[in-house]
């Protein structure tokens, strides 16, 4: 058979741990017999984010921005144990974090839906994805333990001087404060990001707040994205036949739950937090997550939602066995490689994706999976593989699909 060709390369973000092992196997088994498979390679591993001064993360996202498409494999963000284990300079930041940072992206998580793995929601037949939009509100606030009695109020002075204030409460007794804060600049960012994720992927977008409490807070990201909609998506939600939906965050959460699936869901800082959590445990295991990161002008950056799976990786370094789950990490090289193709007009890259996201499907649904699934699976005496197997039951089936 001859290798699918790619014009455009893709970002590759190579990884840590046991993601790391795995990230190599699936281009070994499932990517390089059957693509010529181009790729800017740019080691995120944290000895190399540790030699480079983390300068290495920074070039991966330019090169995303440059290019539109990156695949990432799950990098270690250090704490005080790993700037002990890998002898670091420095507790060198989150790199998604970096990598969102410097994108202005926002965070799309949706479940891989399998036979066999029903999510606790019955009625949920398709997945639910979740949008956060990850800056400000309660995670960027400025607190007060107030002592006594007191007034608090909310003062904002202008550049020219100009005051505006507000009383919050008069105090008679001890109590607490907070501020919080957005900006205009990132919720339309997030509102963009929502809009094209939405296009891309044909699917329904929701959007709820609580702005029948919060009138100026909640409402102004009510109102940015209704005027974003109207302005600039509205007829190509038309022309794609989907809808997008505002409504109170208590009225969604309830409609969530009966809902049968199959579309977005937008959420603030906090909501996103709690709501993501929820929905991902509902719907089965985190070995089940994809994520892709979207910036407003259109940039895609795929990855696991999982982490570097570190108590395998301590296994595999014993010569223990692993079977750890690829299913998720074999999405975000499945997404990246379709988003080329879109992109490059290279259809057999765009069917190769889907082939081989049926055939992972397929394994599974055909009772053959790794540990972390078959404790979950309703699936009768489900065939255990380790972390090698799995991935050749899955080359096994893509065969089939590619012959
Ligand atoms: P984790 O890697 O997601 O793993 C937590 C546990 O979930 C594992 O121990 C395992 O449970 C289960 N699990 C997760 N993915 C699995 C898979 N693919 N197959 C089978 N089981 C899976 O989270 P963590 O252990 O808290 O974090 C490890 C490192 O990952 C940390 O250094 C963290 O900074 C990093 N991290 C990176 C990202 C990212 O790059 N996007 C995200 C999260 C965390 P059992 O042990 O019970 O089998
Ligand atoms: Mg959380």
Known sequence: MEKIKMTTPLVEMDGDEMTRILWKMIKDELLLPFIDLKTEYYDLGLEHRNETDDQVTVDSAEATKKYGVAVKCATITPNAARVE????????????????????????????VVKGIEPCVKNWEKPITLARHAY???YKNTEIKVPGPGKAELVFTGEDGTEIRETIHDFTGAGILQGIHNTEKSITSFAHCCFKYA???????????????????DHTFKDIMQE???AEYKEKFDAAGIEYFYTLIDDAVARVMKAKGGFIWACKNYDGDVMSDMVSSAFGSLAMMTSVLVSPDGNYEYEAAHGTVQRHYYKHLKGEETSTNSVATIFAWTGALR?????????????????????CVETIESGSM????????SIKDPNVLNSEGFIKAIRVKLEEKLA
């Open 85 to 112: 284990e890998y002898n670091l300079k420095q507790m060198w930041k989150s790199p998604n974090g970096t990598i969102r940072a410097m994108l202005d992206g926002t965070v799309f998580r949706a479940p891989i």
């Open 199 to 217: 296009l891309d992927t044909k699917q329904d977008l929701w959007f709820a707040t609580k702005d029948t409490i919060s009138k100026k807070y």
């Open 228 to 230: 974003i909609f109207d």
């Open 370 to 377: 790794t540990k972390d699934l078959a404790l979950i699976t």
């Open 339 to 359: 988003k080329r193709g879109e992109l490059d007009g290279i259809k057999e890259l765009m069917d190769f994706a889907d082939k081989l996201e049926a055939a």
């Open 136 to 138: 400000g509100d309660v």
